[in-house]
C-alpha cells in the first residue's frame, strides 16, 4: 500500500512498477532470560543497502527513468509498506521449537518520505513539511491502532554510524503485536504514579534547549546518550493526537530546532536514533508523550559506541553531563 499525504491538489499520474514481492513479515521468539519478545526475520538481510544516487528507491518516478518505491513524478510526503517487513499483517506461523515459546510477528512496518528532494533534514524541510509530517504520524497511529496494533513507534536512524541504508531524507513506522519490554516499563511508571510534567517543569529552564507553544525541548536529568533531546508537552498528553494547535506547531518548530542545534554543534549532519514514544492502543490514561532524540555522537569525531557494559547489562556510561549538554546545546 502506498499513503500520498499533502497540502494542494495534485494531478499525480502512476508511472509504470514493476510487481515486487513483499515479505510477510518473520516470527517472534520469547528470551527467557530477559522477558522479551524478539523478531527473527531472516529476509531483512537482504534488503536495500546504500544505493547509488541515481537509484535512489526514495525517489518520485520520473518518466523514462528507474522504478522507484513511489511511481509518480511528484509528491510532498509519501509513506508506503516496506517491502522488507520484520512485522506484517499475514506473517506467518512460525515452526514449533521444543522449549521456545514463539509467535507469528503480526504488526505492520511503513517508510514514511519527508520529502521527493534526495538531501534534507528534519530542520531544512521546513515547518509546513514537518506540519504535514505530524499529521501523517497522526493518522498512522490511528490507522493501525484501527487494525489491532498494541503499539505504534514511529523512528528515524539518521547517519552512517546508527546503521541507516539510504539517506534520502525519511523514517519508519512499526506497529507492534505486543507492546515492547521498554515502552511497557514506562507504561508501568506512568501508571505508579510518576508524573513527567513535574519533572519538566523541575527541569526548565537549567535542562532546557527551547520552549514552543506549550511543547519544551529538554536535556532528561536522567539522560543515558551524551547530548540527549527530548521534546514533550509541558502538560500531560498520550500522544500528538491529543496536543493541542499550538502544541503541534511547536512540536514543529522544536523538530526542527533540535536537528538543527545538532548539526550546528557537532558541525555535520548529526547521526542519531529518534522516536515517538506515545500511549499504547490501550492503558494510555496516564501516559506522558515524548519525542526523544538519541545522538550517536559525543564529539565532533568522536562516536558513541553501545559496547559490553550497555550492551550486556543495560546500564549506561554517560560521558557528558546532561548541564553540560544542555548547556552547549542552548548556546547554539
Not at 24 to 53: C, D, S
Not at 234 to 241: E, H, I, L, N, Y
Request: negative net charge.
Amino acid at each position: 500500500m502506498l499513503y500520498l499525504y499533502g497540502r494542494e491538489p495534485h494531478t499525480l499520474l502512476p508511472q509504470p512498477q514493476d510487481k515486487d514481492a513483499i515479505a510477510t513479515g518473520g516470527e517472534l521468539r520469547f528470551h527467557p532470560l530477559r522477558g522479551e519478545w524478539n523478531v527473527y526475520a531472516a529476509h531483512r538481510q537482504n534488503r536495500t543497502f546504500k544505493p547509488a544516487a541515481s537509484a535512489d528507491p526514495l525517489a518520485p518516478t520520473k518518466p523514462n527513468g528507474p522504478a522507484t518505491e513511489i511511481p509518480f513524478e511528484d509528491f510532498e510526503l509519501a509513506i508506503f509498506e516496506n517491502k522488507f517487513s520484520a512485522l506484517h499483517p499475514l506473517a506467518p506461523n512460525p515452526p514449533v521449537l521444543n522449549g521456545i515459546s514463539s509467535e507469528t510477528a503480526s504488526g505492520a512496518c511503513e517508510v514514511i518520505v519527508y520529502t521527493p528532494d534526495a538531501e534534507g533534514s528534519l530542520h531544512t524541510i521546513g515547518q509546513d513539511r514537518r506540519l504535514l509530517l505530524i499529521t501523517a504520524w497522526i493518522d498512522r497511529y490511528r490507522s493501525l491502532f484501527a487494525r489491532g496494533c498494541d503499539y505504534v513507534l514511529p523512528f528515524e536512524n539518521r547517519g552512517d554510524e546508527v546503521g541507516a541504508t539510504l539517506h534520502h531524507p525519511h523514517g519508519q513506522i512499526y506497529g507492534f503485536g505486543k507492546v515492547p519490554l521498554v515502552q511497557q516499563a514506562a507504561i508501568d511508571a506512568f501508571a505508579a504514579g510518576y508524573d513527567l510534567a513535574e519533572e519538566i517543569s523541575r527541569a526548565m529552564p537549567g535542562y532546557g534547549l527551547a520552549e514552543e507553544g506549550g511543547m519544551a525541548a529538554y536535556c532528561p536529568r536522567y539522560a543515558r546518550f551524551p547530548y540527549e533531546v527530548w521534546i514533550a508537552p509541558q502538560q500531560r498528553r498520550a500522544g500528538p493526537w491529543e496536543c493541542s494547535e499550538a502544541e503541534i506547531e511547536g512540536f514543529a518548530t522544536l523538530l526542527g530546532d533540535v536537528t538543527r542545534r545538532y548539526d550546528a554543534f557537532f558541525g555535520r549532519p548529526t547521526p542519531y536514533m529518534f522516536a515517538l514514544h506515545s500511549a499504547p492502543r490501550e492503558s494510555g490514561d496516564t501516559y506522558h508523550f515524548t519525542a526523544q532524540f538519541y545522538p550517536l555522537l559525543r564529539g565532533p569525531d568522536r562516536v558513541k559506541y553501545l559496547a559490553s557494559v550497555e550492551q550486556h547489562t543495560g546500564v549506561f556510561t554517560v560521558d557528558v553531563m546532561p548541564e553540560s549538554a544542555a548547556m552547549a546545546l542552548r548556546s547554539v
